[in-house]
């Protein structure tokens, strides 16, 4: 059966290490979606890490999507608008920013438009996805965040060996409660129990008509 989705994982599958796309894959993407293969960038990063790859591979037409957030959030990959979402409450950001600091762990959080961090010693690891995902980097207390707030992903994050020794300090409870994966040796991201990418891809797959068989899925990490 033919494939008509392509999900492209970002950092590690479709970029380079420098953060640029290849002519060669450039191409293979321009090729398959002449044939009308649906491809779909399908990454952690927000919106705003997104666009301007969006931009450079001309996928940003009227039925072009994206999958942010690690599969919280399908969008329009024109402007953004929201075609399906699943997010954190405040409740579940105060519980699990103090679960790291009894773990051991720097913390952020990220709602549609801004990275957030309680942690007056910011990591390096925060100010670099601030950068490479140009979303703005905002310190505020956990006490003093809007309750109303809504989290599309939260990350406990650290040296490799420091964020293995939390991890390991985190009780079974939590990964049964929440959706828990680490991609990348420095980042273990938590998420609605209900999120991943599968089902980002999903929920795309179906409002476009589109059977599970007829889906591809490209990537290189744990939450691939």
Partial sequence: MAIKLIAIDMDGTLLLPDHTISPAVKNAIAAAR?????VVLTTGRPYA???????ELH?????DYCITYNGALVQKAGDGSTVAQTALSYDDY???EKLSREVGSHFHALDRN???TANRDISYYTVHESYVATIPLVF???EKMDPTSQFLQVMMLDEPAVLDRAI?????????KYTVLKSAPYFLEILDKRVNKGTGVKSLAEALGIKP???MAIGDQEND
């Avoid at 390991?168 to 049964?176: D, G, T």
């Fill in 34 to 38: 002449e044939k009308g293969v649906n």
């Fill in 49 to 55: 890490g997104v666009h301007s790859y969006l931009k």
């Fill in 59 to 63: 996928m940003e037409q009227p039925g």
């Fill in 94 to 96: 105060r519980y699990l």
């Fill in 114 to 116: 801004t990275l957030y």
């Fill in 140 to 142: 505020c207390e956990a």
């Fill in 168 to 176: 390991a300090r985190i009780p079974a409870e939590v990964k049964e």
């Fill in 213 to 215: 068989e007829e889906v």
